[in-house]
């Protein structure tokens, strides 16, 4: 009987971790990246995606950078973990590789943040730009400001 009792105390608890494990796996995601209004097909479009406030607009978790096209760019980001997310682009019309800037270091250049997230006074804060990306969420569309 004590026997009996190990032994489905046993298949329970492996059950039990096993349903957790399971519980525990990475979702990977492809994300798509849509950049709409675009005013010039000329250089290239750096985007960014960062997946902390502590690294936001320092540290990105993935960048990539794809030819411009005037009206929209499509970009996918492969195998991200679901999660917070923020991001942010510019288009390098003169391929200088920066984004350029003029007075009071108001970019002179295109650019945005993920939900539009404004600029008005400086970069946004990570809450004014975090969205979520899960299962059903696998489109960030950008545009300039």
Do not use: C, H
Not at 9 to 34: D, F, G, M, Y
Not at 87 to 113: K, S, W
Not at 129 to 141: E, M, Q, S, V, Y
């Amino acid at each position: 009987m004590i026997r009996a009792t190990v032994y489905i105390t046993v298949l329970l608890l492996v059950s039990s971790t096993l349903n957790s494990l399971r519980a525990e796996e990475t979702v990977w995601i492809s994300l798509r990246v849509e950049i709409s209004e675009l005013t010039s097909d000329e250089g290239q479009i750096r985007i960014s995606l960062f997946n902390s406030e502590e690294d936001w607009m320092s540290t990105p978790f993935n960048e990539l950078e794809i030819d411009s096209e005037e009206g929209a760019a499509l970009a996918v980001i492969e195998q991200i973990p679901r999660g917070d997310y923020a991001a942010n682009f510019y288009q390098d019309p003169n391929g200088n590789g920066q984004l350029d800037t003029g007075f009071m270091r108001i970019p002179t250049e295109p650019y945005g943040f993920s939900r539009q997230a404004s600029a008005a006074f400086g970069p946004p804060n990570w809450e004014s730009a975090k969205i979520r990306i899960d299962g059903g969420n696998r489109l960030l569309t950008l545009r300039p400001q």
